[in-house]
């Protein structure tokens, strides 16, 4: 499976996506916009809280191209920060009370300068996060060190498993990846992650497969601690329940099951002024593979940068100016204030 971009599919440009979801129907149309419903429940302009996570997309290279990628990332896509750009990182984190670093990708192991990255922001006491796909770890012998690596510099690592099955897991990802998948998990437990008394925290992420909300995100967890128990006595910490976003490879599988006008319907009638006030982009900068700023991981895929009253670039970072800035919107928003909410850290509300 290619990435959209390298099919020179239509979606693949941001401001196409952006057109579908705002004006594929007369009902999506119809549908409020995102910036009247913040108006209503007193949250527009919507402004961060402060900025307590730096988010980085360190690349949209990846070893898989999973069907409800936000990010169209795969082996074909060869957008990587260079080191230079990781360097204005280290300079925008340097001497702020940012506490987080986290960093996703494509696959962020794929960066050639990773693992010097990780070893630079944890030497200054920041807490890193790692969004693995899990299956890279078991790929070839300088990923399959990786686990080892992690925790030598208490990272955290949070992981995609789609399911606590075979089929389902398989379905969204590939054939073969609920298998990698938990030798990667085995790995990880193999050296105290998901342990009790060892701080080693991993995370496993949920996204559906298909076009619908997640349930309740305490319930998924406790099944999925059960059955991968059961199955492969592996253990985790805590189980993030993601909305699939309107965008990317998603959009396009909205688009061809004929689902988007429902699926847009349900996130606006969902919406929940509660997940509003938690959304991510609060409190997290965005960081692209280019050192764009954006407010957040969504917003980079769509190419809506931080507001131009802002610094746009890592280089000129200001954290008081940017914990000032107006929060970009438009309606693929409703995704993470339905229902219970959703945000790289699970539901909000």
């Known amino acids: 499976m290619k990435s959209l971009k390298a099919e020179k599919h239509e979606l693949a440009d941001p401001a196409v996506q952006l057109d579908v979801i705002n004006n594929h129907s007369e009902k999506l149309k119809l549908l409020p916009n995102f910036e009247e419903k913040l108006e209503e429940v007193g949250l527009y302009p919507l402004k961060p809280t402060s900025i307590e996570i730096f988010q980085i997309n360190v690349g949209y290279m990846c070893n898989m191209t999973c069907k409800h990628c936000h990010v169209d990332a795969g082996p074909d896509r060869d957008e990587v920060m260079t080191r230079e750009t990781l360097e204005y990182c280290l300079e925008a984190l340097r001497g702020t009370d940012i506490e987080t670093v986290d960093l996703t990708g494509g696959a962020p192991e794929m960066n050639p300068h990773f693992k010097w990255f990780v070893e630079e922001v944890a030497a200054m006491g920041k807490h890193v996060i790692v969004r693995s796909n899990l299956t890279i770890l078991t790929t070839a ?170 610094p746009g670039h890592v280089k000129n970072f200001d954290k008081r100016l940017l914990e000032n800035r107006q929060i970009m919107t438009n309606q693929h928003c409703y995704g993470c204030t339905a229902g219970a909410g959703s945000s790289c850290g699970g539901q909000t509300a």
């Open 141 to 310: 012998p300088k990923y399959r060190e990786l686990p080892e690596f992690f925790a030598e510099h208490g990272v955290e690592v949070t992981c995609s498993l789609p399911f606590y099955n075979r089929s389902r897991t398989d379905r969204q990802r590939g054939e073969g990846t609920y298998d990698k998948s938990i030798e990667a998990l085995q790995m990880l437990n193999e050296v105290g992650y998901g342990k009790q008394d060892t701080g080693l925290e991993l995370n496993l992420v949920y996204n559906p497969v298909g076009a619908f909300l997640p349930s309740n995100q305490k319930e998924i967890e406790q099944d999925f601690r059960k059955e991968l128990r059961r199955k492969h006595n592996i253990e985790f910490n805590n189980l993030l329940a993601i909305t699939n976003l309107p965008i990317s490879r998603f959009l396009d599988f909205l688009l061809v099951s004929g689902n988007l006008d429902e699926y847009m319907e349900r996130l606006v009638t969902s919406f929940n002024p509660q997940a509003a006030e938690g959304v991510m982009c609060r409190n997290t900068i965005s960081v692209g593979w280019d050192g764009t700023l954006y407010d957040c991981d969504f917003n980079q895929m769509l190419e809506m940068e931080t507001h131009e009253e802002v």
